[in-house]
């Protein structure tokens, strides 16, 4: 039975050195790609881009936005932000395209009676 707890010991000692290095090796990878002008998120949500660096003190200088700089430790740099793709939209030159081709078209007439059963009625399925 001790030779058994000694085992489960040792099994869970191991894997806890094994999570750590792997741990350190990600965040000595994550470090290696930190240079100027890369995007970045802090492990306390603030997102900015590198301005500089400072290996010695282990220092990182941030533009949060134009203008605005903070300094943060290098370690509480935690992950590179990718920048997503967005779809390209088509704008037309003028606003006429925006609109429906039956815009001439009158609305249809609505009493007021209507109109609260409608309102009335849209707030039911809300429910």
Do not use: C, W, Y
């Not at 050195?17 to 090796?25: A, S």
């Not at 995007?39 to 590198?50: A, E, H, K």
């Amino acid at each position: 039975m001790t030779i058994l707890l000694f085992a489960m010991l040792g099994v869970f000692i191991f894997m806890m050195f094994r999570r750590n290095k792997k741990t350190q090796q990600t965040q000595a990878k994550l470090q290696s790609q930190f240079a100027p002008g890369v995007d970045v998120m802090t492990s306390f949500g603030l997102f900015g881009r590198i301005v500089s660096m400072d290996d010695a003190e282990n220092k990182v200088v941030l533009e949060l936005s134009p203008g605005n700089l903070a300094t943060v430790h290098r370690q509480a740099v935690t992950k590179i932000v990718e920048p997503t793709e967005e779809a390209a939209v088509d704008v037309p030159d003028d606003a006429s395209s925006l609109t429906a081709a039956d815009a001439d078209a009158p609305a249809p007439a609505e009493t007021s009676e209507e109109t609260l059963k409608r309102l009335n009625d849209e707030g039911k399925k809300d429910s």
